[in-house]
């Protein structure tokens, strides 16, 4: 960065600005992260600008949308009908949920998505350039597995909402199996505890066990996590994960209800292989460290939002118009599809119930 870059400011609403002393450091954060929202926009907004803050960065938080500079602010942050001036650039994190119309880059956190059309807008209307992957940061304030637990194999959780598992892991079956296993079945639905890994000795994420559901637009969070927390993993087959992974030692991946439970007795009876794989976990956690992504961070900003804000900046206004015109069209289409396929769902509603309504006259 040069002292002639643009102004670079983290957007978080002023009415969403956490009370105490979380915006003056990354520990402030850790701490008292636990009792904020967990939509993401504080892990994406927030602890990206203390981190980079911290770390000698040249930027701002403010808690009003800037007209002018590169400003990063979190999807539902942004009105969906803000169009950027001529001197402004947005960079919208979005997560799992749909890019913002307007937003000239985005920056999602699975590596596959960089290759899939856009959820929303479609890629007819997106050069490749306009997405752009940095990982998330792993969960905040993690405490990782106890070492005094030694060689126990006990207790497997998952971590998150109960609504992103897969059906098999609610049922009162699933618990009666892994007693059989001798282990037991924790899930962690309370975002309060989803730091805590301390009395863990494996983690289970799968959130179907269809082959072709790979997932695109979620992230790695809970590989990233199991490495850092020192517990092996069982996984579904999910292109996050399916991306990061170098060796098996990574994560065990699973497409069935046998092969978890194969998995399980795998790891229960193996503590070699679970040794193996927490020592894997420790040396893949290191790639995301937080130095390792405010590097990322300083490289986005410098290989790609600058630029790409100097183009916007010295491109004519015709360029840009044209960019919102085609942004603009392409939600018209989508409008339009959906008002289409809610046109043919009624017709073949109608038609269904026509069809029944002429058998009941002729029976």
């Not at 597995?145 to 971590?159: K, M, S, V, Y």
Request: glycine fraction near 6%.
């Amino acid at each position: 960065m040069t002292s002639q870059s643009p102004p670079i400011y983290f957007y978080l609403p002023q009415a969403d600005w956490p009370v105490g002393n979380m915006l003056e450091s990354v520990n402030s954060y850790r701490e008292v992260y636990k009792n904020c929202r967990s939509d993401g926009t504080l892990n994406w907004i927030l602890q990206t600008y203390l981190r980079l803050k911290e770390d000698g960065f040249p930027c701002e938080l403010v808690g009003s949308m800037p007209t002018e500079g590169i400003v990063v602010a979190g999807l539902s942050s942004v009105p969906s009908d803000l169009r950027p001036g001529s001197k402004l650039l947005i960079v919208v994190p979005y997560g799992d949920k749909t890019p913002h119309p307007y937003a000239q880059v985005h920056i999602v956190q699975n590596s596959r998505e960089i290759l899939k059309p856009y959820r929303l807008l479609g890629d007819r209307y997106l050069s490749p350039g306009e997405k752009y992957y940095i990982p998330h940061w792993p969960q905040p304030a993690l405490i990782p597995r106890n070492p005094d637990r030694g060689d126990r194999f006990e207790t497997i959780a998952f971590f998150g909402r109960e609504v992103n598992i897969v059906p098999e892991f609610k049922h009162p079956q699933w618990h009666e199996q892994l007693g059989h296993l001798g282990l037991q079945w924790r899930l962690i639905s309370n975002v309060e505890y989803w730091n805590d890994y301390s009395e863990v000795d494996a983690v289970l994420a799968v959130r179907s066990f269809n082959k072709q559901g790979d997932y695109y637009w979620k992230p790695a969070s809970k590989l990233y996590n199991a490495w850092h927390a020192g517990v092996p993993a069982i996984l579904g087959c999910e292109s996050a994960y399916q991306a990061e992974r170098k060796s098996d030692l990574d994560y065990i991946e699973v497409a069935s209800l046998d092969a978890t439970l194969s998995a399980l007795k795998q790891l229960r009876d193996d503590p070699e292989l679970r040794r193996a794989i927490v020592a894997n976990g420790r040396m893949r956690a290191a790639e995301t460290q937080p130095e390792k992504l405010i590097a990322r961070w300083r490289t986005f900003f410098a290989d790609v939002a600058v630029p790409a804000y100097e183009r916007w900046c010295n491109g004519s206004e015709w360029t840009r118009e044209t960019f919102l015109m085609r942004r603009q069209l392409a939600i018209e289409t989508q409008e339009m599809r959906k008002n289409l396929q809610q046109v043919r769902n009624r017709l073949k509603l109608r038609s269904r119930l026509q069809s029944l309504r002429t058998k009941l006259r002729r029976a």
